[in-house]
């Protein structure tokens, strides 16, 4: 029997998810862009995929906002806004912690997931994906992506049947067509092409060494979309995890290809379930880190005097702090006209430094501000690590009214809205390498 379709709400967004299956422990799927919770259930490999998940796990599946059932007019977003749907769906079903499925485009969510969120997932499992990085130049794959949409709007069912066939080369003409259909119906031509256009400029590579959860990352050895060697080479990124490649052609297992695609799965899963019986806190979380601080603030205090310059920082830090409740960020320390906060959401992190630089303008002060998103250690309630010496160190090159931000914040706001200017290479003061820093704008 098909499980009902629900929606949970995060805003004014509606993602649909079903849940089913009764067993010991919750896995959420990520699933490529191509997805439709209903539709999925009329694809051959894709009821015999959810139903061997289903003897042994109680599995949640969604499908992302602007795909398949879900509100398109929520957009595509930032993989930050997808994480927040994806939690909307956890909290909505009940669930405290649960597994992770990522498959192909689902993978990079699921990393990040993971490394943001250790407490509500105990174990990963990535199948066919990549933290992003890229084998051919952007403008290649942007010319690719638009050939093929230009087939799917000449001919959409055939060019969907010939996706499938390129993906899975074992299935059925039965199980293509199957498959087509919910391609169809889960993104239009102009929609798939503009996923896969936010998708390709999403790179989670820098989360990945804040991933402490039980990993294992599943590629087949056959796949014509991910070759093996970056199943390999994501398999070396992630701490501690374990690679298994099964010897299944193509990207998507057709129906016969199931039982070996999900084997390990199953085997991986249940054992990381075991070992999960007494769970510890977590010891390490990847976190965007902001730092800001009153520009020329030493001759501020002795223009004003003692007492009015007190007042202006009262008020300065009343204003900081408004902003840091909004944005979700939280004030980890706070040091004279300077404050050091965190968060779970590198754009949040962004905007909320935005409103702080633009919000002192009405006090005639200015603020700089910096940010990193790295691999935080948690000691004791606070945030250290080498992440937090990087995000002070790009604020310190930050001019008065700018919000500069690492490489690794501009790649994970992909699809967020937020812009910025190149504002070069520097070096960063005690942090190895060479760092390229950008302007929100």
Known sequence: MRPDTRYARNGDVSIAYQVFGEGPFDLVLILPWGSHVE???????????????????RVINFDKRGVGLSDKSGGYSSPETRMDDMRAVLDAVGSERAAVLGWSEGV?????????????????????????????????????????????????????????????????????????????????PGDEYAYGRMSLQVDVGHALSAIAVPTLVLQNSGDNWVPVERGRELAELVPGSTYVEVPIRGHIPALADIEAFLAPIESFLREAWEHDAVHSEPERVLATVLFTDIVDSTARMAELGDRAWRELLERH?????????????REVDTAGDGFFAAFDGPARAVRCAKSIVEGVRDLSIEVRSGLHTGECELVDGKVTGIAVHTGARVAGHARGGEVLVSQTVKDLVAGSGLEFDDRGAHELKGVPGEWRLYAAV
Not at 110 to 133: E, H, I, K, N, Q
Not at 176 to 184: E, G, K, S, T
Not at 317 to 329: D, M, P, Y
């Open 317 to 329: 830090h009343a204003l900081v702090r408004r902003e840091l409740a909004r944005a979700r960020g």
């Open 39 to 57: 539709l999925a259930w009329d694809v051959p490999m894709m009821r015999a995929f959810f139903e061997r998940l289903a003897s042994f796990a």
């Open 108 to 188: 990079k969510l699921s990393l990040l997931f993971a490394a943001t969120y250790p407490d509500r997932a105990w174990a990963l499992v990535a199948c066919g994906g990549s933290a992003g990085r890229r084998t051919r130049s952007e403008a290649e794959m942007l010319h690719t992506m638009a050939e093929e949409r230009i087939l799917r709007e000449r001919d959409p069912m055939g060019a969907a049947i010939a996706e499938g066939r390129e993906g899975s080369p074992n299935a059925t003409d039965e199980e293509l067509h199957a498959l087509a259909r919910m391609f169809r119906y889960a993104l239009s």
